[in-house]
């Protein structure tokens, strides 16, 4: 299986150009039919793959009843997170696999790929052409 896909142009700055990668993921709800497919910023320097708030309800799942509260810190600094208790299936181009992932508590940050138990099941390149590609 190999994944690719082309990096997001987000503007220009003082230094140049700024290029995203991005990998377009699909997400079943574990508890129902309900499935979102969401552009993730593949964020090697990420520990988690966080989602925003709002796709907890597009999928079902209840912050309360279905995560662990917790916080974690970055360069924002700390955040409130919610850790999904169990992993959920997700669909990588033709791969499936289920994952662990987190929520925000709210939905103003992006959501993020992250190493633990989602990147680090991949061979993840980066490449100088601007495409990011999943080995499996």
Request: proline residues 5%; aromatic residues 14%; glycine residues 8%.
């Given at each position: 299986m190999k994944a690719r896909f082309p990096y997001k142009y987000v503007?220009?700055?003082?230094?140049?150009?700024?290029?995203?990668p991005?990998?377009?993921?699909?997400?079943?709800?574990?508890?129902s039919e309900l499935e979102a497919t969401v552009w993730l910023i593949v964020d090697s320097g990420a520990d988690f793959t966080i989602l925003p708030k709002y796709l907890a309800l597009d999928l079902g799942i209840s912050l309360e009843h279905d995560c662990i509260s917790d916080i974690t810190k970055g360069i924002g600094g700390?955040?409130?997170?919610?850790?999904l208790k169990n992993p959920i299936e997700i669909k990588i181009g033709k791969v499936s696999k289920k994952v662990p992932i987190a929520f925000f508590d709210s939905n103003?940050?992006?959501?993020?790929?992250g190493r633990l138990g989602f990147m680090?099941?991949?061979?993840v390149e980066f490449t100088r052409s601007l495409s990011v590609i999943f080995k499996e």
């Amino acid at each position: 299986m190999k994944a690719r896909f082309p990096y997001k142009y987000v503007g220009k700055v003082y230094f140049g150009e700024i290029f995203r990668p991005v990998a377009k993921i699909s997400f079943k709800s574990p508890s129902s039919e309900l499935e979102a497919t969401v552009w993730l910023i593949v964020d090697s320097g990420a520990d988690f793959t966080i989602l925003p708030k709002y796709l907890a309800l597009d999928l079902g799942i209840s912050l309360e009843h279905d995560c662990i509260s917790d916080i974690t810190k970055g360069i924002g600094g700390f955040q409130k997170i919610f850790l999904l208790k169990n992993p959920i299936e997700i669909k990588i181009g033709k791969v499936s696999k289920k994952v662990p992932i987190a929520f925000f508590d709210s939905n103003e940050l992006p959501a993020l790929m992250g190493r633990l138990g989602f990147m680090e099941r991949f061979n993840v390149e980066f490449t100088r052409s601007l495409s990011v590609i999943f080995k499996e």
